[in-house]
């Protein structure tokens, strides 16, 4: 299997990148034998040192950015009678694509940003010699939420890269990332897939039953992490539907908060199930690393409570992102609920992302009108700014389910 099979719908991208493996390869070969002829091939190459994916969410930009870094460490023989880096067998691409090359540093973040000394710490590993004796890869795969001062740290690297290291970057669009950067980066936009071959990769990589897979690619309008998540997670499925009932329920004041408050309520559920799940093993793991006396209530070293006091905060903003994310999952889906209302109103033959709730698309497209299921899906955007600016949660949903309700 190649690493680029999990690239799905993204025909032109994968083309961009054999073309620019297989030139980094040759780069690679020539400068085993000689390296003064280096410049004049580097000159001709379709390989560059800095990379930007952009594309919307469920695309598969860090998919693409890890398939092309286990390219670039490709070690196959074949390459050496005319075959393209990327077999996805062999050692490099293996290692790179398991997270544990030892020149392939993936960094994907669980807080709300990337601050500066994260930034630095890349930026030191970056000017490092491959231990491999290939390629120094950093894939950033959420390169749009470094700050504006780790964005200029990280801009000196881009500008003045180390001869062979090559930066992978990772945004939703060319505007996540700052000017300075993405005009030293070659861009690739991948675009959304295609449902039925997001069903088809469900199908045959994780076994899915064909009508669940068609249903939850549908469902999720090509997001290929989210449809994978929705057909094998029963809770992921219960939360959708609450959410696609909201609109029947905003019929009255009472109902707006009451369903307001719910959705609030499973976003902090979400964030509580992941911190049962992480928060107790991160916290056993740094009390023994820092020598307290077995068990949850042993006592710390004296002057080991700044450590603690450091994970308990990235924890707690680690919970702020879940509890965000997971109301930004619900917005999207309470979004393509009223795309649909608004393509049954125009007589559109789009095909309906939520078909399995057919009766109450129809209901609320027979008792409103075009220009205000508009308006509500302006309301879905305006609260999911909201939320961007750090309005209470709360706030910003009740605020939303009040203009559902006005239409």
Known sequence: MAVWDDLVGQDRVIEQLSAAARDADALVTVAGVDPSAVPEAAAASRMTHAWLFTGPPGSGRATAARAFAAALQCVSPDRATGGAPGCGFCEGCHTTLVGTHADVEIVRTDLLSIGVKETRDLVRRAQLSPAGGRWQVIVLEDADRLTEGAGNVLLKAVEEPAPRTVWLLCAPSLEDVLPTIRSRCRSLTLRTPPTAAVADILMRRDGIEPELATRSARATQGHIGRARRLAMDERARARRAAVLKM????????????????????AAEDAKQVAEEVDTKETEELRAALGAAAGTGGRLPRGTAGAMKELQDRQKRRATRTQRDSL????????????????????????????????????????????????????????????????????????????????
């Open 328 to 407: 930004d999952l619900a917005l999207t889906d309470l979004t393509g609920f009223y795309r649909d209302v608004l393509a049954i109103q125009l007589g559109s033959r789009v095909e309906l992302a939520n078909d399995d709730a057919r009766d109450a698309l129809e209901r609320i497209a027979r008792g409103s009108r075009p220009e205000a299921t508009l308006r509500r899906i302006e309301a879905i955007s305006a609260c999911r700014q909201a939320l961007d600016r750090n309005v209470a949660p709360l706030l910003a949903v009740e605020a939303m389910a009040v203009a559902l309700r006005a239409g």
């Open 247 to 266: 609109p029947l329920r905003v019929t009255d004041m009472g109902g707006c908060l009451k369903a307001a408050q719910e959705l609030i309520d499973a």
